[in-house]
């Protein structure tokens, strides 16, 4: 079992910024994927960003040039700087990693955090 425990949520103005974090706990798990995910109301849960354990990135194309993600294997923590929020970039962010324990994959998700961007 990992388990994920984000933060750095909250409410900020529009062309603000907001900094997430995921810190991820369990015995013997490797990380091959971290990412975040975020589903605004009435929406589908969206990729914002994932980033693999070589340091490779995909972001989604909404996002490109605003946000960063970043992760610190040693802390087994991932980050996502979020600068020039727009009041649609307001939804339930979700933190996601996926790897193995031993042999056995395995693909957790954290609690969520609020963000809301007001205009």
């Known amino acids: 079992q990992v388990r994920l425990v984000e933060s750095g949520g909250g409410l900020v103005q529009a062309g603000g910024s907001l900094r997430l974090s995921c810190a991820a706990s369990?015995?013997?798990?490797?990380?091959?994927?971290m990412g975040w995910y975020r589903q605004a109301p009435g929406k589908q849960r969206e990729l914002v960003a994932n980033i693999f354990r070589s340091g490779s990135t995909n972001y989604a194309d909404s996002v490109k040039g605003r946000f960063t993600i970043s992760r610190d294997n040693a802390k087994n923590t991932v980050y996502l700087q979020m600068n020039s929020l727009k009041p649609e970039d307001t939804a339930v962010y979700y933190c996601?990693?996926?790897?193995?324990?031993?042999?056995?994959?395995?693909?957790?998700w954290g609690q969520g955090t609020q963000v809301t961007v007001s205009s």
């Open positions: 369990g015995s013997s798990f490797s990380s091959n994927a």
């Open positions: 996601n990693m996926v790897g193995t324990i031993g042999v056995i994959p395995y693909n957790s």
